[in-house]
């Protein structure tokens, strides 16, 4: 099999990480998470906080196009290589290399996202939460002829096999049972900013079972989801569905 790259662009505060640790225990791929995470930190303008900064900026290359560099023509050990990226990272960056790349866009209610993302950052904007440079990017490759896959978060929940058997589909890599089940615990292939992300899907040992989720969102959140809707809700009659 030649060479493979992928990318799975997604939403803050998704279940990004447990398909990274799922495509990890593929074995013929090598994961790799947020690459421009420190790019992103280096050229935002948003005001928002993240925890763990210095330490992010000094773990990569804050320069966007050493790190692209690395992601099309990189030296790595299995024949596909499966990058966790996040949308919003996608900033003062030629996105030209998308073409060259397998992507994929995983989506998530905007309200479960902001009801997760404000416990741990205060106040997030569109910009943080990604999903309309998510829709953005879908457009975009859409227009190429080089249409993304789409996954959304619950439908991967409620049937983890029967998803990602026609992810592998889309992407003509061939399925393993094994990407159903990891082990516990911290990976190797975490970020330095895992302590501060990763808590909940470090006790998990695969997909954790879909449940319907019952909150009531801040009222200061709620302006945010309502515009952030429409942009869900277009990317979702793309995306592959449990049942069906």
């Not at 939403?11 to 090598?30: G, H, K």
């Not at 998803?163 to 615990?185: A, D, H, S, T």
Request: aromatic content about 12%; some cysteine.
């Amino acid at each position: 099999m030649a060479a493979w790259r992928i990318n799975a662009w997604s939403s803050p505060r998704n279940i990004s990480t447990a398909l990274m640790y799922s495509f990890a225990q593929r074995p013929d791929t090598v994961v790799v998470d947020e690459p421009l995470y420190a790019h992103y930190l280096s050229h935002t303008s948003s005001g928002t906080i993240h925890p763990g900064r210095e330490n992010i900026l000094a773990s990569q290359s804050s320069d966007g196009k050493v790190v692209v560099q690395k992601v099309l023509q990189g030296e790595y050990e299995s024949p596909i290589v499966f990058f966790k990226q996040m949308t919003h990272h996608l900033i003062d960056i030629d996105r030209a290399f998308l073409d060259q790349m397998e992507n994929i866009v995983l989506i998530r209610d905007p309200r479960l996202i902001l009801h997760s993302y404000s416990k741990v950052i205060d106040n997030p904007g569109m910009q943080d939460i990604g999903i309309e440079m998510q829709y953005a990017l879908f457009r975009e490759l859409q227009a190429k002829g080089r249409q993304p896959a789409v996954v959304d978060a619950n439908e991967l929940l409620k049937n983890p096999e029967k998803v990602l058997q026609e992810l592998c589909r889309e992407l003509l890599i061939p399925w393993f049972p094994e990407m159903l089940k990891w082990k516990k615990g911290q990976r190797p292939e975490d970020g330095v900013w895992a302590p501060y992300w990763y808590e909940n899907v470090h006790q998990s040992t695969g997909f954790q079972p879909f449940k319907e989720r019952q909150f009531e969102l801040n009222e200061n959140l709620k302006p945010l989801a309502i515009q952030a809707e429409k942009y869900y809700s277009f990317l979702f009659d793309f995306a592959i569905k449990a049942d069906n």
